[in-house]
């Protein structure tokens, strides 16, 4: 079992930004392929921004590109979703989550969330004026 914990969400007015984070405490290693998925009340869960380290990919959901930046760091088993210019319509709930540990990359379907084995409780980012 690998836990996820995210933190750095928070309330913000249009325009602002946010930091996101992801950790994986007790030592375990970053999966080869991680991902930010977000919910709104009363929507499916939607890929946001994936990372694949096995590969060298980076891939964002369009509403997001240009704003969204994911980043990894391992040294601090870590990753980071870097979130500018913020719009009320990314107001939700921040998920981050994992493949299996043992997985090469993301495979295909980066953004099927039945792709991810692993999830955060999730940490909640307003953005309202």
């Known amino acids: 079992q690998v836990q996820l914990e995210e933190s750095g969400g928070g309330s913000v007015q249009p325009g602002g930004s946010l930091r996101l984070s992801c950790t994986v405490p007790?030592?375990?290693?970053?999966?080869?392929?991680m991902g930010w998925f977000r919910q709104a009340p009363g929507a499916e869960r939607e890929g946001v921004a994936v990372i694949d380290s096995g590969f060298g990919r980076i891939y964002y959901t369009d509403s997001v590109k240009g704003r969204f930046t994911i980043s990894q760091d391992n040294t601090e088993n870590a990753v980071y979703l870097q979130m500018k210019n913020l719009e009320p319509e990314d107001t939700a709930v921040y998920f981050c989550?994992?493949?299996?540990?043992?997985?090469?990359?993301?495979?295909?379907?980066?953004?099927?969330?039945?792709?991810?084995?692993?999830w955060g409780q999730g940490t909640r980012v307003t953005v309202s004026s």
């Open positions: 007790g030592g375990t290693k970053l999966s080869n392929c």
């Open positions: 989550a994992s493949v299996s540990r043992w997985a090469s990359g993301c495979g295909g379907g980066v953004f099927d969330r039945n792709a991810y084995l692993y």
